[in-house]
Nanobody, 123 residues
Framework: QVQLVESGGGSVQTGGSLRLSCAVS????????MGWYRQGPGTPRELVAN???????NYADSVKGRFTISRDNAKNTVDLQMNSLKPEDTAVYYC?????????????????WGQGTQVTVSA
């Protein structure tokens, strides 16, 4: 089984910071893209930031300049540093990873999601 475990969520006041961490465990050939998504009360699940195995990053416009995604390929972890938090950042944040599994039929890609961690930003 491949699973993700998130940590670092919590409550913070406007302007504060949080750091989310996600660790991948299980059996896989390699982890490819990793990312953070969030789902607030009035929005569907949306991409916050993702990062390729080589370190290329992509951010939602709403978090550019405030959030930073990073990963450690040796540890199979991905972090999200969130600064200058706003109430609109309040959401459940989900870690996502795309991983490859090898079989007799070749290499296949799979998605795995964490259970989510709550981030609450109060005014």
């Amino acid at each position: 089984q491949v699973q993700l475990v998130e940590s670092g969520g919590g409550s913070v006041q406007t302007g504060g910071s949080l750091r989310l961490s996600c660790a991948v465990s299980g059996r896989f050939f390699r982890i490819n893209d990793m990312g953070w998504y969030r789902q607030g009360p009035g929005t569907p699940r949306e991409l916050v930031a993702n990062i390729s195995r080589g370190g290329s990053t992509n951010y939602a416009d709403s978090v550019k300049g405030r959030f930073t995604i990073s990963r450690d390929n040796a540890k199979n972890t991905v972090d999200l540093q969130m600064n200058s938090l706003k109430p609109e950042d309040t959401a459940v944040y989900y870690c996502n990873a795309r991983y490859s599994r090898s079989s007799a039929w070749g290499l296949q890609e799979h998605d795995v999601w964490g259970q989510g961690t709550q981030v609450t930003v109060s005014a």
